[in-house]
């Protein structure tokens, strides 16, 4: 196997892992999205309960708020950006083993 060869496979393989990790850290970023906006709609329901609003009503104010529409777009925009990740870390894993199989097989 030439070290050319040798020297792809593991560039490729090692990109991969990168996009990989951008990936998680971008999932992170949604998680931590999501959880804003669970605690979010707990500690608006509580207030609202407080002044003796129904809790459906709670949820339409809550859902109307500011704090809620940036939550749930910082949850999409972060796992729109953790796919992209994931799919391109696949596809140099699928080159990195496709290298692999292909130098594995001149020798």
Known sequence: ?????????????????????QAKAMMREAE???EA??????????RCERRG??????????????N????????SFHVGLATMYYNAASANYARA????ARDGARF
Do not use: C, F, V
């Open 1 to 21: 196997m030439s070290p050319r060869y040798q020297d792809d496979e593991h560039n490729t393989w090692e990109l991969a892992e990168g996009l990989l990790q």
């Open 32 to 34: 931590s999205a999501m």
């Open 37 to 46: 906006w669970r605690t979010g709609k707990e500690m608006n329901r509580l």
């Open 53 to 66: 609003i129904s809790q459906s009503d709670a949820e339409i104010r809550y859902s109307a708020s500011a």
């Open 68 to 75: 809620a529409k940036n939550a749930i777009t910082n949850n």
């Open 97 to 100: 083993l496709y290298l692999h």
